[in-house]
């Protein structure tokens, strides 16, 4: 039960944490990458 809260918690803060750093810069695109939408995802995963 307590590890249920503390992985709620987690991706809470994960989701915040995320959402602000969405908002609060623009998204950078690879030159190499041909999908728009996977160089946020490459940088999300710190690739």
């Not at 709620?8 to 950078?28: N, T």
Request: aromatic share 8%; hydrophobic share 30%.
């Amino acid at each position: 039960m307590l590890e249920d809260a503390l992985i709620s918690l987690v991706s809470l803060l994960v989701g915040l944490s995320g959402m602000r750093w969405y908002l609060g810069r623009p998204p950078k695109r690879d030159p190499n990458d041909r999908n728009p939408g996977s160089a946020r995802y490459q940088e999300y995963k710190g690739g």
